[in-house]
């Protein structure tokens, strides 16, 4: 028998396959949890540049519903930003870069790096210093970072990127190397941070519509990410992987790069897209814990029952999935990517996606306890 555990407990326990009183959950509840905030009119240029915002937006989040993971994504340009591209601030939404600063090949040999601690990463590093501390006994504590490609193609703009790549990847290179250095820096400062458990890269170009294996090898895996991996490792953080891409490149990812935690999406339109129980039937959860993924797109059109009928239809097929496979609980019960920031996002789906878990993700029928206490 399983008594009730804890999120951190409980993380752990699936990180390691053993037996959980239930499968963890891990809603990619970020920007939208400005809302939870005083009266709810917190702006999001204020979540995304004020650390005691940004931390508080979690730890109210958690309080509130209670998920077994904390991940504190906050956008993808915080590295872009800090190498000097222009990133548009919104009232209401996720900000992004609407002005690159690499034109011509030399370019990429001009940037520069910021001293580690300041700028946008700055923000990240202090925000989850603050959540993680407060949390960190409690739930398993992670916090999001850029891969060196995706900081690369904000900064260029992707399809810039993907020309020069072919016309003279060296000074790509020197970009990425740049990229790397300035981000070892981050991952040193994430690693002093109390109650911190896992480093979430966004490997987003690791996905077979972009790049094929050689060239994602060559331009993150086997060196840049390689690094980092191993880096945070040595740092004693977890090495998570988020990538939402349709095609993503699974094997280097989660086998190659041996990733503790998989975050990913399903594209049901996608022919060769994983069923969270393809994944499991496949052997990507035999050493990993991978997380998804339900449609974020719910939490926009859903309704509260349509919510839980689809987390409890995920719980039930991942079970009988992980006892095929003879695992116990390395899936957790996730969203592809981030729930939708805006004001259209219905909060209380991020509820119900939370307690459905508690409700249907109980692997042990005689510790089941009712989500309301
Ligand atoms: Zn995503």
Redesign the pocket.
């Known amino acids: 028998m399983v008594t009730e555990m804890n999120s951190l407990e409980r993380v752990e326990a699936s990180l390691a396959d053993e037996k959980v009183d239930r499968l963890s959950t891990f809603p990619?509840a970020c920007g939208v949890c400005r809302r939870l905030l005083g009266d709810g009119t917190t702006l999001y240029r204020d979540w995304a540049t004020d650390p005691h915002v940004f931390s508080s937006s979690f730890i109210e989040s958690r309080k509130r519903y209670g998920a077994d993971f904390v991940g504190g994504m906050m956008d993808l340009s915080v590295i872009a930003s800090d190498l000097g591209a222009d990133v548009r601030m919104n009232d209401q939404n996720t900000p992004f870069v609407d002005g690159h600063n690499i034109r011509t090949l030399e370019d990429y040999e001009r940037l520069e790096i910021p001293e580690i601690g300041s700028g946008r990463a700055g923000v990240l590093i202090e925000g989850t210093r603050q959540y993680a501390e407060a949390l960190g006994r409690e739930a398993f504590c992670s916090t999001f970072i850029e891969g060196p490609l995706l900081a690369l193609s904000q900064t260029a703009g992707a399809e810039q990127l993907f020309m020069d790549m072919f016309t003279d990847p060296r000074p790509i290179h020197k970009a990425l190397r740049l990229i790397t250095e300035y981000e070892s820096g981050i991952v040193e400062e994430f690693s002093r941070i109390d109650g911190l458990s896992a480093i979430f890269w966004?490997y987003?170009w690791g996905n077979y519509s972009c790049l094929s294996d050689s060239e994602y090898a060559e331009f993150e895996a086997d060196v840049y990410a390689k690094e980092l991996n191993d880096l945070t490792r040595r740092n004693g953080l977890a090495v998570a992987v988020?990538?939402?891409a349709d095609l993503p490149h699974l094997d280097t990812q989660i086998r190659g790069f041996k990733a503790s935690v998989y975050s990913h999406?399903y594209y049901p339109q996608v022919h060769r897209s994983l069923t969270a129980s393809e994944m499991i039937d496949k052997g990507y959860c035999d050493d990993c814990l991978v997380a998804g993924q339900i449609d974020p797109q719910i939490f926009m059109r859903g309704t509260v029952e349509e919510t839980l009928g689809t987390v409890r239809d995920l719980c039930q097929n991942v079970k009988t999935s992980l006892c095929k496979r003879g695992l116990n609980s390395r899936y957790t019960i996730s969203t592809?990517?981030?729930i939708p920031p805006g004001l259209g996002c219905r909060m209380d789906n991020i509820q119900a996606m939370v307690d459905a878990v508690r409700l249907y993700g109980n692997m042990y029928r005689w510790t089941y306890r009712s989500p309301i206490e």
Do not use: Y
Request: hydrophobic share 30%; proline share 0%.
């Open positions: 990619l966004n987003l988020h990538n939402c999406a592809g990517c981030e």
